[in-house]
């Protein structure tokens, strides 16, 4: 290690340095610098009681010459640990891309960790045998290490240098799960590229910056990162041009990333640098060549890859097949959707995502499996060989999230769209009981990019905001002894019937039976029936038997009873005072309950419930209404909601009208006897 820290000293880098109130300035950030000081210095992020705190983050990325061009990301951590969940923190497995001419590499790996002892700092080094290297898939392995001696109250510091002979610079994290009380991270770029770099600009905490903040040799622009609908409209952002030249921040007490629920990944809103290649360079510093500078390029040099259009022109494979389950009678339409089923049956997804085939369609076609491109690609390969119009979808993933700029690493996902008589379907294949127009939530993400065989392309809505819906009816009858029972039906649609699906398509009579109780006391229910359960069908249904025992209060010669019942909503499972990432509904939806309830003889109706219609911004709304005719009551909620995504700013205003509905479930119908 010693020659690298020697090295990198001699770069100059520019280094931003952010105020902030600080940790104790005497800390020694060197390795093997650990003092009585690292046991005592405090975050001032007191959001959580964090399992660890990085006393020291650092990262420094340099490219060196020789036979071959590479790159060394030295890494440097010290990390106190806090409570037993922090122990986690004593491991560490650092994955290692192998494939083709970018295998990445450890060099200089040391540890130590450190424990204060009547007042002394006592160390324990790292050793060999604490060290493991695994094989994870062709295209990675792991090598991990774990600290000797680590308690509650430990500090562990470890450093290492990860190689590669890659031009292409990994995303540089600024933020982590846990505070930061000393960052540093710096970049020394290579001449022979020309970089283009811009701070997430949907990182929740920010560090602002621009070109002049470096020195000379960097220029900046402004950029609008793509659309994004979660925060409402397009995000302008500096992007950095850089080449040969060094950038670097260092600061100090970075706040946790802190995880909130249904936030769609929090992976999105971290603070980091994004790198992307822009051109490459002569020796004498001309720009040589200029890589992908629009998503129209971008689709375009996909397309032309051996292992995307090439590789659907492929056919004789499937030929006999694709003739057997086609006949002359058929439509496009028909056709498609045989196709599709067949295609669904043949290649089974093994999970993996990617825009390329990986060992060809036929190799994927003969083993029964492949990744998300195998058998996507070799859907609309089978589709335009059978003579429909059928063309790609290059995606970005949901873990992928949405790009900020033009790059191939843009998509990592692809699926099919055909058009039959003007309208365009999208299918995805991956996916058992995916139906048109309906393609899995992982593959529902931003927008996706149709390529054409001539290489145009244009953008293409991935939803059309078509709701799922839930709708129960329960016809019940109150007896005196206050049971409730009676007969229930259950419709569920788009994608609450293809998550119950997958959910339940092994299930046995009393799992589903458990499904339908969901945890809710008292309530028992038989002979279930369930219409369409493996199929790709619009709905869903079920059908059963209900009991309801202990659903009536009785106070005195009144009867007291929830008029939604086991369909109520309870709890309001947003509670969070604030938030700072949007809420991610994952799609528009509308949940109703009928309820019929049949009261005994001798008794009559106090009072009910007001019926009500509470609206969230014109974005959603809870209509709620009771009624009594011949001894029933009915009761009939319709909780609507025609977005996906509650933004921050509209979370209050959600969190209350949620709270509202809760509160308006919890009313009673009061019976008394006659």
């Not at 650990?34 to 959580?48: A, H, I, Y």
């Not at 055909?418 to 939530?441: H, Q, S, Y």
């Not at 229930?488 to 339908?516: C, G, T, V």
């Amino acid at each position: 290690m010693k020659k690298l820290i020697i090295a990198l000293s001699l770069i100059s880098f520019y280094i931003i340095n952010v105020a902030a109130q600080g940790a104790d300035e005497e800390l020694n950030l060197d390795f093997k610098g650990v003092s009585v000081l690292d046991f005592s210095v405090e975050t001032v992020d007191k959001s959580n009681d964090f399992d660890a705190v990085y006393v020291l983050n650092r990262e420094l990325i340099k490219f060196y010459p020789g036979a071959k061009f590479g790159q060394m990301r030295i890494v440097h951590k010290r990390i106190r640990i806090e409570n037993q969940d922090g122990l986690e923190y004593a491991t560490e497995q650092i994955s290692l891309y192998q494939k083709g001419n970018a295998k990445e590499y450890v060099v200089d790996l040391e540890g130590v960790t450190y424990n204060l002892i009547d007042g002394k700092v006592e160390s324990s080094e790292l050793g060999k045998d604490a060290i493991f290297d695994k094989d994870i898939n062709e295209f990675y392995k792991s090598k991990s290490f774990t600290m000797p001696d680590v308690k509650v109250g430990s500090v562990i510091e470890y450093t290492y240098t990860i190689g590669s002979d890659t031009a292409y610079i990994d995303d540089l994290y600024l933020q982590y799960e846990i505070p930061i009380l000393n960052l540093e991270a710096g970049i020394l770029f290579p001449r022979q590229f020309v970089y283009n770099v811009v701070f997430n600009p949907r990182a929740v905490y920010k560090v602002a910056f621009n070109a002049s903040d470096f020195g000379e040799g960097i220029s900046g622009s402004k950029i609008t990162a793509e659309e994004d609908e979660e925060f409402g409209s397009d995000i302008e952002t500096e992007q950095l041009r850089i080449s040969g030249k060094s950038i670097g921040i260092a600061t100090k007490n970075i706040p946790a990333l802190a995880a909130e629920p249904m936030s769609g990944g929090a992976q999105r809103y971290r603070a980091k640098l994004i790198m992307n290649i822009a051109a490459t360079r002569f020796t004498n510093g001309q720009v040589s060549k200029e890589y992908a500078s629009s998503w129209r390029d971008v689709a375009k040099t996909i397309y032309d890859s051996d292992r995307f259009g090439s590789a659907i022109k492929k056919s004789s494979f499937y030929k006999k097949d694709l003739e057997s389950i086609l006949d002359d009678t058929m439509g496009d339409l028909k056709k498609t959707e045989v196709i599709y089923e067949f295609v669904k049956s043949k290649v089974k997804w093994n999970g993996r995502y990617g825009v390329f085939t990986r060992d060809g369609l036929k190799s994927a076609y003969k083993d029964g499996s492949g990744s998300v491109a195998d058998v996507n690609l070799l859907l609309v390969s089978m589709l335009k060989k059978a003579g429909v119009n059928a063309n790609p979808v290059l995606v970005s993933s949901d873990d992928n999230g949405v790009p900020i700029f033009p790059t191939r690493e843009g998509f990592d996902y692809v699926i099919v769209q055909v058009i039959i008589n003007g309208e365009k379907i999208l299918l995805d294949a991956t996916e058992k009981f995916a139906r048109p127009n309906l393609i899995p939530l992982r593959a529902a993400n931003w927008k996706g990019r149709v390529v054409q065989e001539n290489g145009a392309s244009d953008w293409v809505k991935l939803t059309e905001n078509q709701k799922s819906q839930e709708i129960v009816l329960l016809n019940l009858s109150l007896d005196e002894e206050g049971l409730i029972a009676g007969k229930a039906k259950k419709r569920l649609s788009q994608y609450m019937a293809l998550r119950s699906r997958n959910e339940n398509q092994n299930a046995n009579q009393e799992d589903i039976e458990e499904y339908l109780v969901n945890d809710n006391v008292g309530l028992q229910v038989a002979d279930v029936k369930v219409d369409d359960m493996n199929s790709t069908n619009e709905y869903l249904n079920y059908s059963f038997d209900v009991v309801y025992k202990d659903a009536v209060d009785e106070i005195g010669d009144k009867l007291y009873i929830t008029p939604l019942l086991f369909e109520a909503n309870e709890e309001n499972p947003f509670s969070l005072p604030r938030r700072n990432l949007p809420l991610d509904l994952s799609y528009p939806l509308e949940v109703k309950t009928i309820v019929n309830l049949a009261i005994p003889d001798g008794y009559e109706v106090e009072s009910m419930p007001q019926s009500v219609n509470y609206v969230y911004l014109n974005k959603g709304y809870y209509k709620y209404i009771t009624k009594i005719s011949n001894n029933i009551i009915t009761t009939v909620a319709t909780f609507n909601m025609d977005t996906s995504v509650v933004l921050s700013i509209d979370y209050k205003a959600f969190r209350d009208f949620y709270a509202s509905v809760v509160e308006k479930d919890a009313e009673k119908i009061v019976l008394k006897k006659i």
